[in-house]
């Protein structure tokens, strides 16, 4: 187990509703993340996922329990949409996200926003404004975008769920590529169960509202992943058992 960058223990957190009442959202988070390491975390709508990311961005607080990760200004986020900035050109949004960066580093930065760009099969591109990019570009624009602040980890929420599927595909083997290169320790929050299973590392399933953890599932297969590996087979059935999908229905569709 390499060292562990996070750890949550115990973490609860309620949202004060409308009426005065008390939501639970998240009920006694434990679990650990050990550096390079590529955790997706799978739940059904609203028992979350969403929520925990903000905590361990330090966007919103724990109700209580303890939290020990890097600082905001050491984590990289990618949204759903990529939320490039449309006036500036890719190359600026990355440099302008850098130096909103570079105050509080404690070292400079080791590679230039260009090879960033190259990560993400993007050289020719740096100079286009994010209106002449497709879909999938734009969110490959965002995830080097992130990567260009050389995070200690990356959260990403739902990355390619807005795209449609055969480009989603693609972004997938991308971001399979780039954490296969870099090792950068992954914080990946989906609904896509297969998603989960083809690049994870290993995969904490939440409960219904209030989310707990039902499992975290190493995944111990090498990639490029087969369906029909044994241990991606059986991570895929434990995590279908836990989501509550009856057996009969869990042959792909
Ligand atoms: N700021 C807030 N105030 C009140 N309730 C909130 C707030 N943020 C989230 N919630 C509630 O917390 C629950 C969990 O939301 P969250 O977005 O974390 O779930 P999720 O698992 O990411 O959902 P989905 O898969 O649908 O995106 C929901 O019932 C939501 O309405």
């Known amino acids: 187990m390499p060292e562990p960058i996070i750890t949550f223990d115990g973490v609860c957190k309620s949202f004060a509703v409308p009426g005065g009442e008390q939501l639970q959202v998240l009920d006694d988070i434990s679990f650990t993340v050990g550096d390079s390491e590529f955790v997706a975390i799978l739940g059904p709508s ?19 329990g303890l939290l020990d990760a890097p600082s905001p200004e050491e984590i990289g986020f990618v949204f759903q949409r990529a939320r490039l900035l449309p006036w500036r050109t890719v190359q600026e949004n990355l440099e302008i996200t850098r130096a909103a960066r570079s105050q509080n580093r ?26 002449a990019l497709s879909g999938g570009m734009q969110q490959r624009v965002s995830i080097a975008r992130a ?11 739902e990355p390619f769920s807005a795209l449609d599927e055969m480009t989603a595909r693609t972004q997938r ?26 690049l994870a590392t290993s995969v904490i399933v939440l409960s219904a509202r209030p989310g ?16 029909t590996d044994p ?18 229905d869990r042959a792909v569709v």
């Open 212 to 227: 707990r953890v039902l499992d975290h599932i190493t995944i111990d297969a090498e990639h490029p992943r087969s369906l």
């Open 46 to 64: 609203g028992s979350g996922k969403s929520t925990l990311l903000n905590i361990l961005s330090g966007l919103q607080k724990p109700t209580s």
């Open 173 to 198: 083997l991308f971001l399979r590529d780039l954490w296969l290169e870099r090792r950068s320790t992954i914080v990946f929050v989906t609904h896509n169960v297969m998603e989960a299973i083809s």
């Open 147 to 157: 990567l260009a602040t050389e995070p200690a980890m990356l959260l990403m929420d």
């Open 106 to 131: 404690r070292v400079p930065f080791q590679q230039q926003t260009s090879e960033y760009l190259a990560a993400a099969g993007l050289s020719d591109y740096g100079d286009f404004y994010p209106a």
């Open 231 to 248: 241990a991606v087979e059986a991570a895929y059935e434990r995590v279908m058992g836990l989501l509550g999908v009856p057996e009969q």
